[in-house]
Structure formats: C-alpha cells, structure tokens
C-alpha cells in the first residue's frame, strides 16, 4: 500500500489527512484517514473505504484529492515526519470488511522509556520518603 500524509495547522492542533491505496484481494482500494496532533498525542478516526475496479480509477481519484488538498494549502508530509500510529487494519474479503489490530513498537524508544519512567518513579519515591523523615521528625520534636 502507498501512503500519502497532509497536514494543515488548525489553531493550537494539526490535521491531518492519510491517504492509504494500492490492490488488495484484486481490488483497488483507498483509505482516507482524518486525524489531530495536538502535542506529542496523535488521534485518527475511522477509514473512509472506496474500492475500485481498475488502477486507473483509483489513480484519478488519489490525483483529484491531492489536488484538492494541495490547492486548500494542505502540506504534503513524509511518514518519518511525525509519529503515526497504525492500530487499525481492514481489509475486504469476500465483499466483508475484516480487522486487524497491530501496534509497532520500536523496541529502543520502548527500552528508553522505561529507563525514563524507572529513572522519575525513583526520584519520587526519594523525594517522599525524605518529605515523610522531615514529618517524622517534625513530629518527635513537638511530643
């Protein structure tokens, strides 16, 4: 499948659009995925599935829409340039549409943030039990 990213700043979020087409099963399919970042957290709605005939179909509708978003000062994105989730995979089998739920996970940023989490978890478990000492001790003094 090839994929197309746009974005377009929207106030203090960033839509966007993902545009996911090739053959599967025979079939000509296009996938148009709308989404936000806002921050670090990515959210995508459900696909918009249109099945096609022949390649020559679906080619001139990827062309029209990219158009049309190009020409409403959307930005074409590479898939590299901002992190997206793919949970979701459908497909159509037998004029059904199946799902898949898979996660990437890249086992470096994973082992990177556990040390993350290890690392703050400690610090606060210092902190308190130092915060928890001063109490008692504060409470020796007063008896």
Same mark, same amino acid.
């Given at each position: 499948?090839?994929?197309?990213?746009?974005?377009?700043?929207?106030?203090?979020?960033?839509?966007?659009?993902?545009?996911?087409?090739?053959?599967?099963?025979?079939?000509?399919?296009?996938?148009?995925?709308?989404?936000?970042?806002?921050?670090?957290?990515?959210?995508?709605?459900?696909?918009?599935?249109?099945?096609?005939?022949?390649?020559?179909?679906?080619?001139?509708?990827?062309?029209?829409?990219?158009?049309?978003?190009?020409?409403?000062?959307?930005?074409? =994105?590479?898939?590299?340039?901002?992190?997206?989730?793919?949970?979701?995979?459908?497909?159509?089998?037998?004029?059904?549409?199946?799902?898949?739920?898979?996660?990437?996970?890249?086992?470096?940023?994973?082992?990177?943030?556990?040390?993350?989490?290890?690392?703050?978890?400690?610090?606060?478990?210092?902190?308190?039990?130092?915060?928890?000492?001063?109490?008692?001790?504060?409470? =020796?003094?007063?008896?």
């Amino acid at each position: 499948m090839n994929t197309l990213y746009f974005t377009s700043p929207y106030r203090r979020s960033l839509r966007t659009i993902r545009l996911e087409y090739g053959e599967v099963k025979n079939k000509f399919v296009l996938r148009t995925f709308e989404g936000n970042i806002i921050g670090r957290r990515v959210s995508e709605g459900s696909p918009k599935e249109e099945v096609f005939d022949d390649e020559k179909e679906l080619l001139k509708k990827v062309y029209e829409t990219k158009k049309g978003l190009l020409d409403g000062r959307w930005i074409v =994105k590479n898939k590299q340039s901002f992190s997206q989730p793919s949970f979701l995979k459908t497909e159509i089998i037998d004029g059904k549409i199946s799902f898949e739920f898979s996660v990437d996970i890249d086992p470096v940023k994973l082992d990177e943030q556990k040390t993350k989490i290890k690392k703050d978890f400690v610090e606060k478990i210092d902190k308190e039990i130092e915060t928890n000492i001063r109490n008692g001790d504060r409470k =020796k003094e007063k008896l």
